[in-house]
Antibody, heavy 114, light 112 residues
Framework: EVQLQESGPGLVKPSQSLSLTCSVTGYSITSNYWGWIRKFPGNKMEWMGYISYSGSTSYNPSLKSRISITRDTSKNQFFLQLNSVTTEDTATYYC????????WGQGVMVTVSS | DVVLTQTPVSLSVTLGDQASISCRSSQSLEYSDGYTYLEWYLQKPGQSPQLLIYEVSNRFSGVPDRFIGSGSGTDFTLKISRVEPEDLGVYYCFQATHDPNTFGAGTKLELK
C-alpha cells in the first residue's frame, strides 16, 4: 500500500525557511509525480508544485523563486523548501502522489510566527 | 491563472437527498491531447483530502457509484445521489489542464 508521511517543524519564524520532508513507502518516487499542496486557514487550497519521476520540477508561479522541491531517491523521500516565509504561509501542508492526487499524507500544520 | 468557481459555497441536505455541486472554469479545461483534467476531492473533517473523480467522470477506486461527475469545456457538476453521513465535508474541484493547476474554493456539504 502506498503511504506518504510529512514531517517538519510546526513553527517557523518570519523571513526564515520552511523545510518539510515527505517519506513515501510502498511505491518508488522514481515513478509518477509527487506534489505539495497546502490548505490555508479557512478552506482555500493551493497547488504548490511537483517533482517528477526523473527529478524535473514544476512550481506555482505565485511562489516565484521562494520554492524548491528536491528528492533523495535512496531514502524514497522528497522535500519542500519555502524561503522567506511570512504569516501568509501559515497553512497545513500536504504531500501527495500526483498525476491525480490519489494518495495523500496526513498533513502537517505549519505556523509562521515570531 | 484559471479560476474555478464552485457553487454553492455550502449545501445543507437531508440524508438520502441528492446533492449537486457546480464548478465553472474561466477557460476550457480540454487539453490538447483530448482529455479534460478536472478532478473532484472530498475533505472529511479531520482527514486529508481524498480523490473522488478524475478526468471529469471517472470514479476513483472504491468510490461509490452514487458519486457522478459530468460536464465538458468550462462547466462541470458533481452529483451525489442519496447522501450518506460519510459524504459530509468540503468538496473541491481541481484542474490540472493549465499551469498553474488550481482548486475551486470548496463547497461544504452539511446536514440540514
Amino acid at each position: 500500500e502506498v503511504q506518504l508521511q510529512e514531517s517538519g517543524p510546526g513553527l517557523v519564524k518570519p523571513s526564515q525557511s520552511l523545510s518539510l520532508t515527505c517519506s513515501v513507502t510502498g511505491y518508488s518516487i522514481t515513478s509518477n509525480y509527487w506534489g505539495w499542496i497546502r490548505k490555508f486557514p479557512g478552506n482555500k487550497m493551493e497547488w504548490m508544485g511537483y517533482i517528477s519521476y526523473s527529478g524535473s520540477t514544476s512550481y506555482n508561479p505565485s511562489l516565484k523563486s521562494r520554492i524548491s522541491i528536491t528528492r533523495d531517491t535512496s531514502k524514497n523521500q522528497f522535500f519542500l523548501q519555502l524561503n522567506s516565509v511570512t504569516t501568509e504561509d501559515t497553512a497545513t501542508y500536504y504531500c501527495a502522489r500526483s498525476g491525480y492526487f490519489d494518495y495523500w499524507g496526513q498533513g502537517v500544520m505549519v505556523t509562521v510566527s515570531s | 491563472d484559471v479560476v474555478l468557481t464552485q457553487t454553492p459555497v455550502s449545501l445543507s441536505v437531508t440524508l438520502g437527498d441528492q446533492a449537486s455541486i457546480s464548478c465553472r472554469s474561466s477557460q476550457s479545461l480540454e487539453y490538447s491531447d483530448g482529455y479534460t483534467y478536472l478532478e473532484w476531492y472530498l475533505q472529511k473533517p479531520g482527514q486529508s483530502p481524498q480523490l473522488l473523480i478524475y478526468e471529469v467522470s471517472n470514479r476513483f477506486s472504491g468510490v461509490p457509484d452514487r458519486f457522478i461527475g459530468s460536464g465538458s469545456g468550462t462547466d462541470f457538476t458533481l452529483k451525489i445521489s442519496r447522501v450518506e453521513p460519510e459524504d459530509l465535508g468540503v468538496y473541491y474541484c481541481f484542474q490540472a489542464t493549465h499551469d498553474p493547476n488550481t482548486f475551486g474554493a470548496g463547497t461544504k456539504l452539511e446536514l440540514k
